[in-house]
Each structure stands twice: as structure tokens, then as C-alpha cells.
């Protein structure tokens, strides 16, 4: 007879949020929600926590739902692509919840800045003035969006904090490395840890976001906990998962998908419609959770963020930055 | 073993065992599965095209088996469904095409897959199936003669080398079963050849 002992992430059926107030369709039905989903959250064991400084957070009203959809909680929370827990999307919910531990998490800033330092994720959050929600459009490479309802802080606020000397031109990011908690580094499926960068400039464009929580929430684990970068005009594979480290560099760091394929991912990674991937077209993406027969939507140049960042990109071949 | 070979020279279990696992999406819908209800057409597309490659794999190793077991009852009894293998493995390519034009929402796609090597791949690999499909019927080995139908059957080989590298590509990193699904039959097409030369020698 097999007898099972709960384990510590387990949680009971009755600390589970209903389904329905995930199910949001506009941004009155946000707001209300950000509210039960904090009294749902206080419901969970601290030790599965990420970072949960500044709940509940206020909805930053310039980038509000309005005329976009909100993919479903189950779907931005059970379809991941984050190989450092397995190759199949349905991977990293089961594998980054069996005992990864993403509290307390420590971030450094470092390199070519006067305030270097380690902070707790908390500490942090407290530090760039706490936390806002935002509702971003998201592409994957892959030609899949949604549309996430994030929490979380403008990455321009830690650039601040870290005060950049002014020979620092590009931040590097680097993951976590714990190849015991996760599958996909102890088979090197990739590089790990996994790395990524932004043009100073870019970091400090008031679009990139880190995301400490998702529809009100602290981050679950598989979409990166607790700390995690969001460029809504880039390709998904930027957004690096659960941060460690950035480094203000002088030269352009090479991100993980750069080196691992070359010729398929840039440095840049913005979407773009007219430059397609070498194996298929990024002309159009389906949206998840739209069912079976639930077809594609044109994608958008920048994904629909051309106004705000089209001016750092002026000048440059996209067709050869891509 | 003369069971087991009994059954296997049943054309209705072969069928049931070639058609129940394309079903096999069925389930994951029902039960709800949040990843593959995200884009459950996705997973479809991707499932038919693996059984066609396992069923095209399937098939090529029908010959090698038989060659090297001359006397083994089962080898024997598969390659009696030769053709019916064979063609499944074009029906599920052909749904899998189908699906394809489906998920990117009609033909026009196909004017962009030619400009890459990943989708000319899997359109060659099932034009050549779709070519042997035709011509498996009894009329057309009798209209192309047993030696250029065999000469033109040969296409199989490359119908298989095609559908492995567009499998290998349709990953973002390199999907292992690749290898367990075309390496076996690359083992016993080697040891084939080998056995072949051999007798040819004595």
C-alpha cells in the first residue's frame, strides 16, 4: 500500500481561488478581483510565496484591460515555456512547485553602477516605491499571445536605485542555477543559467516592467518567481524568469537563445510581423485560449507598443537586428 | 508466439491499433488539461504528425525484419499489412497537413513555407507519400510494371530522412525522440544491408 505524506507546497482543495474570478473581462472586474485575491493569498502557507511585498497593488490606469481580452489564470499559469523545468509547456507547474524554493530570494546588482548591492526580493519592492498592476499584451516567438494582468514595478525605478556609472550601455540578467530543483538544468537542455539583455536605453523605457505577481497575486513559480523581466514590444524568450543577478556592462551581454541558436534569435528580439522566424511566419499569432477553431489575429509591429518605443529603434535594420 | 502471430495477421486488430491512437488528443481535451486546451489545435497538429512518423517508421521496418527473420512468424505476419501501414502513414500526414493549413488559417500560408527549409521538408515528405499512396493500388502496379514500381517505391527512404529533419525542426532544442523513433529503424536497415551483402557473397 503506498502511503502518502502531504508535502509542504501541497495545498488543500479549499485554498484554491475559484475559477471564476479569473475569468476577468474588464478592468472593473480587475480591480474588484485584485481584492479577493489578496484575502486568497493570505490563505497560502508563507513558504510558497515569492515575493509578497506590496500586495494588494494598484492598477496603473495607462495600462489599463480596456479592448484587450485577459487570458484565463490557468492558461498564463499552465502553459510555460521554462526549460529549466522541462521542454512541454505543460512542464514547469508540477516541476517548479515540488519543492523549488523561491523565498527568499536574493538579487544583486552589480557592475558599472554606484550603488551595487544584494537585496531581498522584499526589501526591494519597498525600496522602488512598491507595486503596480499593468495589463500587457504577450508574444511568444512561437507566433502564441496573451494577455497578462501583471504586478510588479517599472524596471527604470531599479536603474535608478542602482545609479548607473556612464559608461554602463546594457544591463545583463542572469537566472537562477539550482540544478537540484530543476529538471531542465540537470539534463542542459540550454546554456544555464539562463541569460538575457537590454540596451540601457531600453531598460529604462517606460514599458519594461520586472513582475513580482500575476492577476493580483505573488508570481507563481513557473512563470518565474519571484522576480521577473517583462518587454511587452519583445518576444517572450526576453522576459528572463526568476533573476539572481544584473549586471550593468559596457558591452552587449549574449542572451541564451542568441547563443544557443544564432541565426533563429537576436539580441533584439522585437516583434515584428515582417521578419519572419527561419522555420515559420510572424505575421500572425494564435491566441491561447481561444479553442479549438479559435483562429489567429494579425500580429502588430512592436505588438501594438509602437508609439512608445519605436524612437529607441530609429536607424537600425530590424530585418538584420531581429 | 503463435498466438501473438495470429492475431498480428488480423487485418481488423492492425486497423484498431493503426486508428485508436490518433484519438489520443480526445483525452487530454476531456480532461480539461489547461496546457493543451491553450491552443488545443496546436496539439492536435502536432500528435497527427507524429503518427505519421511512427507509422512510417513502422512500416520500413516491416522489410529489415522480415529479411533478417525469414522464419519468424510475426516478421511474416506484418508484412502482410504492408500497404495498410503504408497508407495510414499518409492519411495521417494528409490530416496533419490539413490540421497545418487549418492552424495558420488557409492556403495562403503555404506561399511562406516554401521560403523555409523546416516546411518544404514536411510538404516534400508528403507529397512523396501522397505519390506512393496513389500508386499502391492494384491498377497502378499494373500500369507502372513491378520494377519501376519498386524503382518509384524506393522514394519511401527519403519520404523518412525528410520526415525525420522536419520533426528535428520542429523543436526549438533537439527532441530526443528523434532519435528513439528513427534510430532503431536505421539499426535494422544497417544490419539489412550487412546481412544482405553477405549472402550475396556466399
Redesign the interface.
Known sequence: MLIRSKKDWELPESAVTPEQIYRLRNRRDFLKTVGIGLAGAALLPRSLLAATAGFPSKPNPAYPAAGLKITPYEYITGYNNFYEFGLDKSDPKPNANRGWKTDPWTVEIAGLVNQPGKYDVNDLVGKVGGIEGRVYRHRCVEAWSMVVPWDGFPLAKLVALADPKPDAKYLKFTSFLDPKSAPGQRDANLDYPYVEGLRLDEAMNELAFIATGIYGRPIPNQNGAPLRLVTPWKYGFKGIKSIVRIEFTKSVPRNTWNIMAPQEYGFYANVNPNVDHPRWSQASERIIGAGLLGGRQPTLMFNGYEKQVASLYQGLNLERNY | MAFLEKLLRSKALVTAAIVLPGLWPAWPLLRQ??????????Y?LHHLGFMACVLLVVVLAFTPLRVLFPKWGIALALNRHRRLVGVSAFVYAALHFATHL????GFH?LA?DV?????ISGLLAFSILLVLAVTSLHAAVRWLGGRRWKNLHRFVYLAAALAAYHQI?A???F?IQVVWLFGPLLALEAARVVRQRIVKRT
Do not use: R
Not at chain 2, 487549418?102 to 488559417?105: H, P, R
Open positions: 488539461d489547461p496546457s493543451v486546451l491553450a491552443d488545443p489545435l496546436k492536435v487549418l492552424y495558420e488559417g500560408v511562406s521560403t523555409k527549409p523546416f516546411l525542426y523543436q526549438k532544442v527532441p
